[in-house]
């Protein structure tokens, strides 16, 4: 399917969905056509409203309701010049004849618009356990303006809320919830929260979750939710029981693709409709985007699905592009997988594969973490960054990251999110020029750094040591006495770097050496000494920091 620009006006395009995708794929159809007949077909009041930020109205961040209608139906209507149906359903496709069944969900009414080109943006629906109890009135989940107005008038009259679910979402609505002066409990499946992210990071949100008072309960399933007077009781597997006055459910999602199903377009394992590099799926009339989509995953191959809103708007510019300009369309390039949240005085931020995600594909890689100033540290509010980097140790090229910090971990994601787009390697990382001036960087940016790290251990000067060995082994805690004696390594011996050469002696060169800091830095130009005088000299990567 090529279409040409001159062929392509006059089109008739329907597009069902009209929030991140739907929307994106109207406004870019109409820059490129003026004689295009484009409708968006809408199931729910509302287009193109801020779904990310419902939670922040819900904790009394965002203030005004208005805010999150980024645009009314109308006034989508008037500036794009579209035919916009809101409270209508598409119900069914016949792609021989090139039709869509729609619903007024008003009035029941159905009728058959025929298309040109059919642009499928349906979203994904909140994943609801099928439970007992799951139905109470106070059981919510969050997608739309609606579920945040029921919430928002529930928690007026609650002071307890159970989240279900340690995701982004949820997440951010304990967050959120907690700032609103509620108690919070947060019940993940999960031995972890925020599955994507690798265990040893993940820990620190739970710290700053608890240390905000969110009542944490990890490897729990849920089993029923019972009504227990003016409150609820959720009971869990393991015989635990937790009162809350509201609970929001946010395990997940799951795409909105029965309508594609039904078409017999093709879909992926998980049920999302596949596409091609220009967002078209099996049936090249038909296109996809946003959360009910998987696109091509560039950098492991096969599929993936990613439900956020940047690649559902950029999908569905793509889809509108391709009806357009043909092969002159740029190609969704396919997704990386980065995402970013905030839990207080944590952000966590991914891109790319996690060790997680390495191991269950089989594929090999090497990891690095260290920890590194944000900005100088000489200069007021530096705070410290956990970086951590996986690459492929056939070809040295970049395979995912990750961070905890506060600020500025957005940046060194996003930094590395580019690099891995544009395939660099570990050694790449080391030179990249990147911003400095004492209240904003370092001289050796912590990029810079993960990568000296990285290639340190590639090229054998650094050889790792992810925990803290068993005892009996031979530790060396390097730090200073005073650090060493507050937060004590079990089994280990303290030699303080800077008296390390004089004291040689101490050490038993016939055994190997485990060499520990507070962050992962000092113990390994405690290594590089030890190994060139002779030691089979390891360094604890993250030091103490990350292993105790
Ligand atoms: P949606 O935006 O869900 O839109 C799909 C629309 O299609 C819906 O309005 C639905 O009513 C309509 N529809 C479905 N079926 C039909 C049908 N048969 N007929 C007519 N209409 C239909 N992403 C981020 O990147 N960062 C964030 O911080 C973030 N925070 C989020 C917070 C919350 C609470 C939620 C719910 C999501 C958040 N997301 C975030 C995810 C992001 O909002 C989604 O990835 C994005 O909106 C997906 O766009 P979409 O167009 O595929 O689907």
């Avoid at 265990?199 to 399933?221: C, P, Q, T, W, Y």
């Avoid at 660099?424 to 904003?440: G, K, N, R, S, V």
């Amino acid at each position: 399917m090529n279409p040409s620009e001159s062929s392509a006006e006059g089109l008739r395009i329907l597009i069902v969905g009209g929030v991140a995708g739907g929307a994106s794929a109207a406004a870019r159809a109409r820059r490129l056509s003026e004689s295009a007949h484009i409708t968006v077909i809408e199931r729910g009041p509302d287009v193109s409203f801020a779904n990310c930020g419902l939670p922040y109205y819900i904790g009394g961040d965002i203030t005004q309701r208005d805010d999150l209608a980024v645009q009314t139906p109308t006034s989508l209507s008037q500036l794009l010049n579209l035919e916009v149906l809101t409270n209508t359903e598409a119900t069914s496709i016949n792609p021989l004849e090139k039709t869509l069944l729609i619903k007024n969900l008003a009035t029941g009414e159905t009728t058959t618009r025929h298309y040109d080109k059919l642009v499928l943006a349906p979203g994904a629906s909140p994943i609801q356990p099928n439970l007992p109890g799951i139905d109470l009135p106070r059981v919510h989940t969050l997608r739309t303006l609606q579920d945040m107005d029921h919430i928002d008038q529930d928690l007026d009259c609650v002071a307890s809320v159970l989240v279900l679910g340690g995701g982004f979402i949820g997440l951010e609505m304990a967050e959120q919830l907690q700032h609103r002066g509620l108690d919070v409990s947060l019940v993940e499946r999960n031995p972890q929260l925020l599955p994507p992210l690798d265990s040893e990071l993940s820990r620190d949100l739970a710290v700053a979750l608890h240390e905000k008072g969110v009542d944490l309960h990890f490897s729990e399933n849920m089993t029923s939710i019972k009504a227990d007077g003016s409150t609820m009781k959720a009971h869990f597997q393991s015989g635990l029981e937790l009162e809350a006055d509201l609970v929001i459910l946010s395990v997940g999602v799951k795409p909105d693709s029965h309508l594609a199903l039904e078409a017999g377009l093709e879909l992926g394992e998980r049920g999302h409709i596949r596409v091609n590099e220009f967002q078209q799926t099996s049936d090249p009339a038909i296109y996809a985007a946003g959360d009910a989509v998987e696109t091509h995953d560039s950098i492991l191959g096969g599929y993936r699905p990613l439900p956020l809103g940047g690649p559902a708007n950029r999908q569905g510019r793509t889809a509108a592009d391709h009806i357009f300009r043909g092969e002159k369309a740029l190609p969704y390039p396919g997704s990386i997988g980065t995402a970013i949240v905030r839990v207080f005085d944590q952000v966590a931020a991914i891109t790319g594969s996690s060790e997680r995600d390495l191991i269950k594909r089989s594929t090999p890689y090497k990891t690095v973490t260290i920890n590194a100033a944000s900005h100088a540290d000489y200069y007021p509010g530096a705070e410290i960054i956990k970086l951590k980097l996986l690459w492929s140790p056939d070809d040295s090229r970049l395979l995912g990251a990750q961070a905890i910090g506060l600020e500025g971990v957005d940046k060194r994601i996003d930094v590395l999110a580019t690099a891995l787009r544009a395939r660099m390697t570990i050694d790449d990382l080391c030179h990249l020029e990147l911003c400095y001036a004492p209240p904003f960087g370092s001289a050796k940016d912590p990029v810079n750094l993960a990568g000296f790290a990285a290639c340190n251990l590639r090229d054998g000067l650094l050889k790792p040591f992810y925990a803290v060995p068993e005892t009996p082994a031979q530790i060396i805690d390097v730090r200073p006495v005073a650090k060493s004696q507050s937060q004590p390594v079990p089994g280990a011996k303290n030699i303080p770097l800077p008296e390390l050469r004089s004291r040689l002696g101490e050490v038993d060169p016939d055994q190997p050496v485990f060499t520990i800091c507070q962050m992962g830095k000092t113990s390994y130009f405690a290594a590089r000494i030890l190994q060139q005088h002779g030691y089979d000299a390891h360094s604890i990567i993250g030091g103490v920091n990350v292993n105790l």
